[in-house]
Structures are given as C-alpha cells and as structure tokens.
C-alpha cells in the first residue's frame, strides 16, 4: 500500500506521546526530528518538509499544546491538520461550466496514465453524477492511444470521438465540442497527446489545444510511483499551461508517498483525484483530510462507506443480512456477498482504510490471494441449484464431479462445504443468543 513506511514511522514516533500528559518543548523538538527524517525518507520535496516541521512545531510548543491537558493527543491532531493542509485542506472538486459542456484537457507524459484515467474519470462522472461524458481521441502520437481510447469507450458503453491520427489534434478537440453540443454531452473529455519527456513541441502542442478550446480545467496526469520525478513535471506544466488540477496515479502501488504530499505545496495547484488500480472503477476523489487520517493510522472510514455504497446493492444486503439471522444462508448468497466485496476493490487497500487495522497482527501485510477466490467462485458455480440451497445433499461422488467442474481438486472442495458449514453454525449460535437475550428482556 502506499505511504505504508511514512505511516509507519510517523505512528511510532506519535505513539511515543499518545498518552502522556506532559509533553515538553524538548520532547517536541526530538519527535519533530523524527517526522522530518520520516518525510524526507517518504521522498517528500525539502523545501516542503522543512515548512512543514517549522509550522507543526511552532504551533506544538506554543499555548494550543503544551497547556492542554492532552498534550500528546493535541501534538497528533496537529500534525493531522497540517499534513491536510499541506494536501490543500479542503476537497478541490472537478469544474463544473456554467454552460455545458464542461471541457477538460487531459495531459501528462506518457506511460503516467493519462488515457486510462480519462475513461475512469468519465465513469467516475456517470456514476456519481449522472453526466453524460464524450471521450475525445486526441493522442495522435502514442501508437495505439486511439483505439485504447475506443475499448476503454466500449467497455464503458460511452461514445468515443475520434478523426484517427491524421488530423491535427485542435481539429480533433473543436469539432469534438461540436458534437457534444449536438448531442448534449455535459462532459468533453479530451485525451491530448503526451511525450515520453517534456520538450517544446509538446507544449506548444497543448498551448494550441488550449487557446482552441478554451478548456474549464487542464487535468495533469502524474504517476506518483516516480516521486519527486512526479512533482517536477507538475511544476513544469503548470508554468507553461496553467493547470488546474493533479490526478495522481498508481498510489495503488508501494510508492512512497512523497508526490502526493508535495504537489500542492510546490505547484499550488491541487490534487483532484487519485488512481487505485488499473480498473475503471480504480479512481477516488482526493480527500486532503482522509489522505492525512491514513497515513496516520486513524482509517479512512468515510471513503470506506461511500465505496460501499456505490457498490452494494442495498436490497440484496437488507435481504442477506435477514437471512444472515435466521442461518438461512445459501451457497449462492455467500457467492454475491463475495463478489460484492471482491467489486470494492482489493482487500488489502480496504484493510488500509479500517482505522488501526495496520496495528494488528496478522492483518498486516495481509495478501489476499486472488487465485483462491477464483476457486472458490468455480466451485460454487460448478454446484446444482439443489446443492446450493441444501449443501446437505453434497456426497463423495457429488463433490467428485465438482471438483472435476471447477478445475479444482477434492481438498478444496471439502474445505469450502467445512467452512460454510462452520459459517452456518456460527450464525445459528448468533441468532439463538440474540433469541435468548430477547425473552430475557421480556421476562423482566
Ligand atoms: P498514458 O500513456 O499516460 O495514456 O498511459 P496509460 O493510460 O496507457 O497507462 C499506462 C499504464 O499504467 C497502463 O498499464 C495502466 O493500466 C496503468 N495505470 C494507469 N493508472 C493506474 C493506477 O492508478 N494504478 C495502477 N496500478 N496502474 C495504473
């Protein structure tokens, strides 16, 4: 996960004073000693570091602090609030024109991400805007970047527009707004042409498009794995174009963390959603103040909630929830729960957002092994409706042919049918207790 060592050491370093009620001056300044080296560590950009410490110690050795009676709890709080404020404090959302379309330019160097992030980000704007997106093809460079484009579209069932790789991408970028205002598209997405490194033609290239379009936001791409690499290219863009906002990319993988928390301090300008993963789906609004929770171990229970939400159908919850009481559980409903769960996202990341999951034992490093739960979907599958809804029914020969079905052996489908067995049983001990404490409370 990302910022997994920063969010290491700055725990430790914090829970040296979680509970103390006297904290000194001195005691500030060798834990700020540690926060600096942590941050510098995490790749975080100098300069930033060093404005950083200067603020949270000014603020922990002055009155907020040392004369509270929490003065360990207050030290955390304030070094929440100023890795929030260094993230930009407030959600900077994505513009919205007060006559659509809303035109976005989307650029960044390639490999960043670019044209895979302008198809999440048109399914990030359906799904939770209910906007009607036009993904514009206007890398004309990339080999392949246009029918990247045209799958991520098809895959999306959203409309592509594209004038192949002959045509000069303003061309491309003015008569793709015309097609949006015919077709009363809110969004135009364009996916400009990116370089393997910043030189001028590029960004004379982009300058045109802009004067062209005269876009409400230019979105950078940038690939967070690269760190300091990342905040550069950020710096040299917005000088040249104006940018108006970051998308971060790849803070699914173990990068360090350093881009996210100095991009904004460099660049001022805000970093506006973060990438996850490969999937369309993988792509978050930033949250400055969730970021900061995370990476001090307190969770991230919001982000948690609302990708619940969006991904967990409520009916089929309220149903399996009802059936959960009365271990009327089938094979089936332990198959949707599955995937519903598997739809949020790769279990180690939603462990990353459960507060203090980091300190358990066991949890951590936690990888969850996708193989597993592929068998474990091929042997359900492979299961009769009969054996589903009665698992009693499930002998030798019947988990012979299951094994043989799924692609997987007989061991794999005894443990299966054990562990929802087990499963079963400890739901029925549930509801007998909640049974039990009911009458209780009724004979008193
Ligand atoms: P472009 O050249 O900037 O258009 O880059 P692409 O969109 O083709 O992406 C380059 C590679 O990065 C592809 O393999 C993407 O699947 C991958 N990628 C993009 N965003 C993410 C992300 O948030 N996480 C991960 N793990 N991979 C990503």
Same mark, same amino acid.
């Given at each position: 996960?990302?910022?997994?060592?920063?969010?290491?050491?700055?725990?430790?370093?914090?829970?040296?004073? !979680?509970?103390?009620?006297?904290?000194?001056?001195?005691?500030?300044?060798?834990?700020?000693?540690?926060?600096?080296?942590?941050?510098?560590?995490?790749?975080?950009?100098?300069?930033? &570091?060093?404005?950083?410490?200067?603020?949270?110690?000014?603020?922990?050795?002055?009155?907020?602090?040392?004369?509270?009676?929490?003065?360990?709890?207050?030290?955390?709080?304030?070094?929440?609030?100023?890795?929030? !404020?260094?993230?930009?404090?407030?959600?900077?959302?994505?513009?919205?024109?007060?006559?659509?379309?809303?035109?976005?330019?989307?650029?960044?160097?390639?490999?960043?991400?670019?044209?895979?992030?302008?198809?999440?980000?048109?399914?990030?704007?359906?799904?939770?805007? @209910?906007?009607?997106?036009?993904?514009?093809?206007?890398?004309?460079?990339?080999?392949?970047?246009?029918?990247?484009?045209?799958?991520?579209?098809?895959?999306?069932?959203?409309?592509?527009?594209?004038?192949?790789?002959?045509?000069?991408?303003?061309?491309?970028?003015?008569?793709?707004?015309?097609?949006?205002? $015919?077709?009363?598209?809110?969004?135009?997405?364009?996916?400009?042409?990116?370089?393997?490194?910043?030189?001028?033609?590029?960004?004379?290239?982009?300058?045109?498009?802009?004067?062209?379009?005269?876009?409400?936001?230019?979105?950078? &791409?940038?690939?967070?794995?690269?760190?300091?690499?990342?905040? @550069?290219?950020?710096?040299?863009?917005?000088?040249?174009?104006?940018?108006?906002?970051?998308?971060?990319?790849?803070?699914?993988?173990?990068?360090?963390?350093?881009?996210?928390?100095?991009?904004?301090?460099?660049?001022?300008?805000?970093?506006?959603?973060?990438?996850?993963?490969?999937?369309?789906?993988?792509?978050?609004?930033?949250?400055?103040?969730?970021?900061?929770?995370?990476?001090?171990?307190?969770?991230?229970?919001?982000?948690?909630?609302?990708?619940?939400?969006?991904?967990?159908?409520?009916?089929?919850?309220? $149903?399996?929830?009802?059936?959960?009481?009365?271990?009327?559980?089938?094979?089936?409903?332990?198959?949707?729960?599955?995937?519903?769960?598997?739809?949020?996202?790769?279990?180690?990341?939603?462990?990353?957002?459960?507060?203090?999951? @980091?300190?358990?034992?066991?949890?951590?490093?936690?990888?969850?092994?996708?193989?597993?739960?592929?068998?474990?979907?091929?042997?359900?599958?492979?299961?009769?409706?009969?054996?589903?809804?009665?698992?009693?029914?499930? @002998?030798?020969?019947?988990?012979?042919?299951?094994?043989?079905?799924?692609?997987?052996?007989?061991?794999?489908?005894?443990?299966?049918?054990?562990?929802?067995?087990?499963?079963?049983?400890?739901?029925?001990?549930?509801?007998?207790?909640?049974?039990?404490?009911?009458?209780?409370?009724?004979?008193?």
């Amino acid at each position: 996960m990302a910022f997994e060592g920063l969010a290491d050491r700055l725990q430790s370093t914090l829970s040296k004073i !979680k509970g103390k009620g006297k904290v000194t001056e001195a005691d500030v300044k060798t834990m700020m000693r540690e926060v600096r080296l942590a941050l510098l560590e995490a790749d975080v950009n100098f300069k930033v &570091v060093k404005d950083f410490i200067a603020n949270v110690k000014e603020r922990a050795v002055g009155q907020e602090v040392l004369k509270s009676l929490t003065p360990g709890q207050q030290v955390i709080k304030v070094v929440n609030e100023e890795l929030t !404020k260094l993230m930009g404090g407030e959600q900077s959302k994505i513009a919205v024109a007060k006559k659509p379309p809303t035109v976005v330019m989307m650029v960044g160097l390639q490999g960043a991400g670019k044209t895979t992030t302008t198809g999440k980000l048109a399914n990030h704007l359906r799904k939770s805007y @209910n906007r009607k997106p036009l993904l514009v093809a206007a890398d004309i460079y990339r080999p392949a970047a246009i029918k990247q484009l045209e799958t991520l579209g098809t895959q999306l069932d959203m409309p592509v527009f594209s004038l192949g790789d002959q045509v000069s991408p303003v061309e491309i970028a003015k008569q793709a707004i015309e097609k949006a205002k $015919e077709e009363h598209h809110d969004y135009v997405l364009i996916d400009t042409a990116g370089r393997l490194h910043i030189d001028e033609s590029l960004m004379g290239e982009l300058q045109q498009v802009k004067d062209a379009v005269n876009p409400d936001e230019i979105l950078l &791409v940038v690939d967070a794995m690269t760190g300091q690499d990342a905040v @550069n290219v950020a710096e040299s863009f917005n000088e040249q174009l104006d940018i108006t906002g970051v998308v971060l990319t790849k803070l699914d993988g173990d990068t360090r963390g350093g881009a996210a928390l100095s991009v904004k301090a460099v660049t001022n300008t805000p970093v506006k959603f973060a990438g996850m993963g490969e999937k369309l789906d993988a792509l978050e609004p930033f949250h400055p103040d969730r970021m900061a929770s995370r990476i001090l171990g307190m969770g991230d229970v919001l982000t948690l909630i609302e990708k619940a939400q969006t991904t967990v159908d409520e009916e089929k919850a309220r $149903e399996l929830e009802k059936k959960m009481r009365t271990a009327d559980i089938t094979f089936d409903d332990f198959l949707d729960q599955l995937s519903q769960v598997r739809n949020m996202g790769p279990l180690d990341e939603l462990l990353g957002m459960m507060p203090g999951a @980091n300190k358990m034992k066991g949890l951590k490093n936690v990888q969850v092994d996708e193989k597993q739960i592929g068998h474990i979907e091929a042997i359900v599958r492979s299961m009769t409706k009969a054996e589903k809804e009665n698992p009693s029914i499930l @002998n030798a020969s019947r988990r012979k042919r299951i094994a043989k079905g799924s692609g997987t052996s007989i061991q794999e489908v005894n443990r299966l049918i054990k562990q929802f067995d087990e499963m079963k049983k400890m739901m029925k001990q549930m509801s007998g207790m909640t049974a039990k404490g009911k009458k209780k409370g009724k004979l008193k």
